[in-house]
């Protein structure tokens, strides 16, 4: 299954996890650790990497590429190694070089993945090929049953 994308990080965000992390988890409000608990959307954490990963695997089971390297259970505690990164970049580019997307979808950052743009950029990727292939499919259903399996060509469709 395919989990919603993340890919409007904003410079607040980050600063909320900086303002978070000065203050210190022991003196935030109740508020403040469910929010910093529920995964704050600034920071690139376990959630986040668990997601990417997930949706990257979705997507080569989905189009039937073999080859990407996954892992979906990262927790709290595990700190991804450049490795883990380079991997993710790579599953990444391959998916980008099996599966079409949109014009407007960003290039795939490289190392460092240092900034939420960049994050971001990684997700949104994941997002549009995703995209794409749920309105093909709903343009299928809706025309087969109006039109004789027609395809739709509308703004909902970026390339057919």
């Known amino acids: ?3 919603t994308a993340i890919f409007d990080r904003t410079e607040q965000d980050v600063q909320k996890v900086r303002e978070y992390r000065e203050i210190g ?4 409000t109740d508020e403040q650790k ?3 608990n529920d995964g704050l959307k600034g920071a ?3 959630k986040d990497i668990n997601r990417v990963e997930n949706n990257i695997q979705f997507l080569a089971d989905l189009f039937k590429i073999d080859g ?5 259970d990262w927790n709290y505690t595990d700190i991804a190694s450049v490795q883990d990164i380079q991997r993710i970049i790579d599953n990444v580019n391959k998916l980008r070089d099996n599966v079409r997307i949109r014009g407007d979808t960003p290039q795939t950052p490289t190392l460092p ?16 090929m995703y995209y794409i292939v749920e309105n093909e499919t709903t343009a299928f259903a809706r025309n087969s049953e109006n039109f004789g399996a027609e395809l739709y060509c ?3 469709i970026a390339v057919i």
């Not at 988890?25 to 935030?28: A, D």
């Not at 990407?68 to 979906?72: D, I, Q």
């Open 1 to 3: 299954m395919f989990i």
């Open 25 to 28: 988890y022991r003196n935030l």
């Open 34 to 36: 469910k929010e910093w």
């Open 44 to 46: 690139w954490n376990c």
């Open 68 to 72: 990407l390297n996954t892992k979906t």
């Open 113 to 128: 993945i240092n900034t939420y743009q960049k994050i971001n950029d990684l997700e949104k990727i994941l997002y549009d």
């Open 154 to 156: 509308g703004d909902a």
